[in-house]
């Protein structure tokens, strides 16, 4: 009987730790799913994000209107000048001459207190200067690399860096007053196209 006795408790206490083991398993599963679950929601936010950005981005760029014409760049060609309207080669192109005109171009692009020097950001341009990197005689150091970087993100149309690309440039060169604090909306960007334009038909 005594024998009999220790039989079940024993099974018992099996029957007991097997259920603990169980619920044990059960509870790390749940926490596990519940941790995985968080984690999908969080990437698929994330994604969500980035996603808002490119399209953000997409349609501005969609909406881009040049104010510089093919005639223009015809006309630069045939005086023999670069896409700029200046006589500056791509083989003579210092880290001087990528810094005036990079930062030129950002112009239109941010908010800043100050601005001297424009030029209006154009494929054409940008294709010249990325080009220009490989052409140059001078040796650009550590900065050709920012270059290319800027350069190509503008060439796909992103300009989500703009602010930064124009506060490397401004730093670069110790700037004290001008440094850009936002990214232009459209149509402050359209703004300040229409307003350079007309003063430089002004001067002509």
């Not at 990197?133 to 150091?141: F, H, I, P, R, V």
């Not at 110790?174 to 359209?190: H, I, Y």
Request: aromatic letters at 12%; charged letters at 35%.
């Amino acid at each position: 009987m005594k024998s009999n006795r220790m039989v079940l408790v024993f099974f018992i206490l099996i029957l007991t730790l097997w259920g603990c083991e169980e619920e044990k398993a059960n509870k790390e599963v749940k926490t596990h799913g519940a941790y995985t679950e968080n984690n999908v929601a969080q990437k698929m936010d994330k994604e969500d994000k980035n996603n808002e950005k490119t399209a953000k981005n997409q349609d501005d760029n969609n909406s881009v209107q040049y104010f510089i014409e093919e005639e223009d760049f015809q006309k630069f060609a045939k005086k023999g000048l670069n896409p700029f309207g200046q006589e500056k080669k791509q083989i003579n192109l210092s880290s001087t001459d990528f810094e005036y005109y990079i930062h030129g171009m950002t112009h239109q692009k941010v908010k800043a207190k100050e601005k001297w020097d424009f030029f209006e950001m154009h494929p054409k341009r940008i294709k010249w200067l990325l080009e220009g990197l490989e052409k140059t005689k001078y040796k650009l150091g550590p900065d050709k690399q920012k270059y290319r970087e800027i350069l190509k993100r503008w060439k796909q149309k992103d300009f989500s860096t703009i602010v930064e690309d124009h506060n490397f440039i401004w730093d670069e060169n110790e700037g004290t007053v001008g440094k850009a604090t936002d990214r232009l909306s459209q149509e402050d960007e359209r703004e300040y196209l229409e307003s350079e334009y007309e003063m430089m038909h002004h001067f002509k």
